[in-house]
């Protein structure tokens, strides 16, 4: 049973550019969460997606957006990157929230995007 | 695998000794937590969790102690191994009218074991 995908590893881009990171969940998911985890920090959320639709959103502007696709996997994409925005980017997969069951998030490794 | 604990606070115990980190909270309407580990190269794993309506959950060498007074929860390791050594974050959930909520991570820990 594979547990949560992400690729690429590692990637490196210049101001400017648009990246676009992919995320398979864990079988049998069907939420997939976006992180981004600064070092040292502790990961933020950016956004949630269920049923092919964004269902919550952290503080993060609109260059961040995301797909799902009715496979469940899903893509984050970051327009007009900053220097800001090298980082850990992690995907996690999750059950629907059913009320009374335990919420738990399988997390990826990772994609590290370094922006030069 | 790259570092996730720059500049985190960093807690050094003995092999066989009892670890214990620490975790404020701030938002007073989380009602789930959930303690999660993390290696050097790898996204976090889920160690244990507990619900807002009980003070205190163990699992397998590991306990979670919840003081919603205070807003502090704990995660104690029992009888620490050098594969403990990783960043330990503390997660709260934010619920959302929609019924999907999210994830809110403290800063971390970083667990050095020795031999």
Known sequence: ?116 | GESVGLHLPTLSVQEGDNSIINCAYSNSASDYFIWYKQESGKGPQFIIDIRSNMDKRQGQRVTVLLNKTVKHLSLQIAATQPGDSAVYFCAEKESADSGYSTLTFGKGTMLLVSP
């Open chain 1, 1 to 116: 049973d594979a547990g949560v995908t992400q690729s690429p590893t590692h990637l490196i881009k210049t101001r400017g550019q648009q990246v676009t990171l992919r995320c398979s969940p864990k079988s049998g998911h069907d939420t997939v969460s976006w992180y981004q985890q600064a070092l040292g920090q502790g990961p933020q959320f950016i956004f949630q997606y269920y049923e092919e639709e964004e269902r919550q959103r952290g503080n993060f502007p609109d260059r961040f957006s995301g797909h799902q696709f009715p496979n469940y996997s899903s893509e984050l994409n970051v327009n007009a990157l900053l220097l800001g925005d090298s980082a850990l980017y992690l995907c996690a997969s999750s059950p629907k929230l059913l009320a009374g069951v335990t919420y738990e998030q399988y997390f990826g490794p990772g994609t590290r995007l370094t922006v030069t």
